[in-house]
């Protein structure tokens, strides 16, 4: 949950319609590159920086770099925890039957053909340690239900495989390592070919003082179903692995098997 300092970074990101404006941009196309999110701005490009530079220091953006370019993406956890904190405890039926329903509109009328999913955890931790996590199988195999094994080369072939029984879930080649702060592999998790290639994963770890951002982006995305079922199965995986790095053990309950909100019976 945001804090009350952090809440009021996002309030003041949020009252300038400049910075509102950027946000809807990105909720209609994530991961823009500066020229082209803040293209037609009636204002300087140093101006427009600034902007952007609140909204990051807010929360609600999130850059990744691609090579030389910084690519923006929308981060609506902490609207989300607005909504936690003054509406979900009043209105949460009737909001999440309205939000199913948005859901499944915005899901048919999805228009880019390779969607990108972009999550950020914080973690109180050396990056060490969750470099280790990310790729150790006895680690992966405590918070995931599945051990990732390989030897983490570049052209190394990775499994992610069950604890229950060995069965490999998905396969895919380490194409990038660099410990203990970016680690990129594919994500293949059927035989199908597709299109523009497997779908592919970054971890970027970056240290700061006594805890580390973890980014997570996930992109060649074939379809919105896939979409729709990592957006829910990376939050709990990073979940049980946050908690067994500041605790010392997982969640209680493995947080994927916590069902969706059922709609509300009248909304």
Same mark, same amino acid.
């Given at each position: ?30 991961? @823009? ?12 490009? %140093?101006?427009?920086? %600034?902007?952007?530079? @609140? ?23 902490? &609207?989300? +925890?607005?909504?936690?904190? =003054? ?13 199913? &329903?948005?859901? /499944? ?25 969750? =470099? ?20 983490? @080369?570049?052209?190394?072939? =990775?499994?992610? /495989? ?29 035989? +199908? ?17 006594? &805890? ?13 179903e896939m979409l %729709?079922?990592i957006s829910s ?22 947080? =994927?098997?916590?069902?969706?909100a059922a709609p509300?019976?009248?909304?």
């Amino acid at each position: 949950m945001t804090d009350k300092s952090d809440l009021d970074e996002v309030f003041k990101a949020l009252a300038d319609p400049t910075r509102r404006l950027l946000l809807d941009r990105l909720r209609s196309h994530d991961g @823009q590159p500066l020229g082209e999110l803040c293209g037609g701005l009636d204002m300087s490009r %140093q101006s427009a920086t %600034q902007h952007l530079d @609140q909204l990051v220091r807010a929360g609600l953006v999130t850059v990744v770099r691609r090579g030389r370019e910084r690519l923006h993406y929308l981060n609506p956890v902490p &609207i989300h +925890d607005i909504g936690e904190r =003054w509406i979900a405890a009043y209105a949460a039926p009737r909001l999440a039957a309205i939000s199913a &329903i948005k859901a /499944r509109a915005e899901e048919h009328s999805m228009t880019s053909p390779i969607p990108t999913y972009v999550y950020v955890t914080y973690i109180r931790a050396t990056s060490e340690a969750v =470099w280790h996590a990310l790729t150790d199988a006895e680690t992966t195999a405590r918070y995931w239900a599945h051990a990732n094994v390989s030897d983490w @080369q570049p052209g190394s072939p =990775w499994e992610h /495989r069950r604890n229950v029984d060995g069965v490999v879930d998905v396969t895919g080649t380490v194409l990038e390592s660099e410990p203990p702060t970016r680690l990129v592999v594919t994500f293949e998790d059927s035989d +199908d070919v597709r299109e523009h290639g497997p779908s592919v994963v970054t971890f970027l770890v970056e240290p700061h003082e006594d &805890i580390v951002r973890l980014t997570v982006t996930h992109e060649n995305l074939p379809n919105a179903e896939m979409l %729709q079922g990592i957006s829910s199965g990376w939050p709990a995986v990073l979940a049980n692995l946050k908690s067994l790095l500041e605790t010392g053990d997982v969640l209680p309950t493995a947080p =994927w098997a916590v069902p969706a909100a059922a709609p509300a019976a009248h909304a």
